[in-house]
């Protein structure tokens, strides 16, 4: 099994929060509070380009489509939630519902920066453990990040969908010494 992380690829438009509809902030919006989504207005930040993507992250903590490829995503995870939003005049929509997985970092393998206290700062080269992963999830290490399987790179690349680079990410088990 191959594993990827997910980013934003910035030969394409960023999308964004770009207001608060009803004194909403922000900072306390992620995938796990999906109810707040409605309670924003999207548009893109196109200082780098102009080139509208099939796949969008927005704040680093929501994954979303155009709304016109979203049930090919749920066919293979059916167990996400959609979220209807418009970006600017385009339609999209935020997945919520994404498994986060415990325990499946290989920390002694991964680069690891640490607070002066042992809590993890950043993992920036995460090394997994050998086990089933879901086609899409997060880590309780790296909230802040999507992974993959193959099954889901497979569908990005056949389908020729932008917006996203997917990074190979190292499998090892643990040492015994």
């Not at 992963?133 to 309780?140: D, G, I, Q, S, W």
Request: net charge negative; hydrophobic share 40%.
């Amino acid at each position: 099994m191959k594993l990827y992380q997910l980013a934003f690829d910035y030969d394409y438009a960023l999308a964004d929060i770009i207001e608060s509809l009803n004194g909403t902030d922000s900072l306390e919006f992620s995938s796990d509070n999906s109810a707040m989504i409605k309670d924003f207005k999207y548009g893109w930040i196109t200082t780098e380009s102009d080139q509208i993507p099939a796949f969008v992250l927005i704040n680093m903590d929501l994954l979303g489509c155009k709304a016109n490829i979203s049930h090919i995503v749920c066919n293979l995870i059916p167990e996400l939630e959609r979220h209807p939003i418009k970006i600017a005049d385009d339609d999209y929509v935020l997945f919520s519902n994404i498994s986060t997985i415990s325990e499946c970092l290989n920390l002694k393998r991964s680069k690891v920066t640490r607070f002066s206290n042992g809590d993890i700062m950043e993992i920036s080269n995460p090394v997994f453990l050998p086990n089933n992963y879901p086609p899409l999830f997060k880590t309780e290490d790296m909230p802040a990040a999507f992974f993959c399987t193959q099954e889901f790179k497979d569908l990005i690349d056949n389908q020729s969908y932008t917006g996203l680079v997917l990074k190979e990410c190292k499998i090892k088990s643990k040492s015994w010494f």
